[in-house]
């Protein structure tokens, strides 16, 4: 199991934003490295493709190993002490599915966020 994580996400995308800050404020031992897709951080990860990376996360574990989907949520949020609330999603009867949901939304996050938010998209959104 991780023990760390760099997580890259989509920091246009204020569900997004909204979820990373939620994460952070639990990371009290600082374990979750957050990298924006669209920030000149992400320009030194060379080995992930943008545009993979905006079709759903992705993130490194202190092995190096490539995590993607509701695999990086649930280790995230597991890192925190929340893996609870997502640990069904890795179930094996479940998996197939909610991975298939999760590529849904998140092809169509900025239409959620905008009936969610109120904004689709945002260029200064920020983790606070």
């Given at each position: 199991?991780?023990?760390s994580?760099?997580?890259?996400y989509d920091?246009?995308c204020?569900?997004?934003v909204?979820e990373?800050?939620?994460?952070?404020?639990?990371?009290?031992?600082?374990?979750?490295?957050?990298v924006?897709i669209?920030?000149?951080?992400?320009?030194r990860?060379?080995?992930?493709?943008?545009?993979?990376?905006?079709?759903r996360?992705?993130?490194y574990?202190e092995?190096?190993?490539?995590?993607?989907?509701?695999d990086?949520?649930?280790?995230?949020w597991?890192?925190?002490?929340?893996?609870?609330y997502?640990?069904?999603?890795?179930?094996?009867?479940?998996?197939?599915?909610?991975?298939?949901?999760?590529?849904?939304?998140?092809?169509?996050?900025?239409?959620?966020?905008?009936?969610?938010t109120?904004?689709?998209?945002?260029?200064?959104?920020?983790?606070?």
């Amino acid at each position: 199991m991780p023990t760390s994580l760099i997580l890259f996400y989509d920091g246009h995308c204020p569900l997004c934003v909204k979820e990373m800050t939620a994460l952070k404020k639990h990371d009290t031992d600082n374990v979750i490295q957050l990298v924006d897709i669209f920030s000149e951080t992400f320009e030194r990860y060379p080995d992930i493709d943008p545009k993979s990376a905006s079709e759903r996360l992705h993130a490194y574990d202190e092995n190096g190993v490539l995590l993607e989907g509701l695999d990086v949520t649930y280790q995230a949020w597991r890192l925190v002490g929340r893996g609870h609330y997502y640990a069904f999603t890795r179930w094996p009867l479940l998996k197939p599915i909610c991975d298939w949901c999760y590529l849904k939304f998140a092809r169509h996050r900025y239409t959620v966020s905008g009936w969610l938010t109120g904004k689709k998209r945002c260029d200064n959104c920020r983790i606070d």
